[in-house]
């Protein structure tokens, strides 16, 4: 999980993130430029921004989102 490539993919809709996601899922190139070393990891960060923009669209500002985030990912591997 990288935050930098997370953050390039907030700007893009969330609707298109989903697509990314789905594609990414059944195995296809996704629409979205994702930055990641292999599938997993682009997964791993347009899933981040899926769920970050809901942070956003729910009252949260963006680094609010970014650091729950964060806390939510270190606290499933502790």
């Given amino acids: ?3 930098p490539a997370i953050k390039k993919l907030l ?12 594609d990414l899922y059944e195995e296809r190139t996704p629409e979205v430029a994702i930055e990641g070393e ?23 500002s963006e680094t609010e989102a970014i650091r729950a985030y964060t806390q939510r990912v270190r606290n499933s591997i502790t």
Wanted: proline content about 3%.
């Fill in 11 to 22: 700007p893009v809709d969330i609707e298109a993130l989903r697509k990314a996601e789905q």
């Fill in 38 to 60: 292999d599938e997993g990891e682009q997964l791993t960060h347009v899933l981040a921004a899926i769920w970050i923009k809901e942070q956003i669209q729910a009252g949260m």
């Fill in 1 to 3: 999980m990288k935050i």
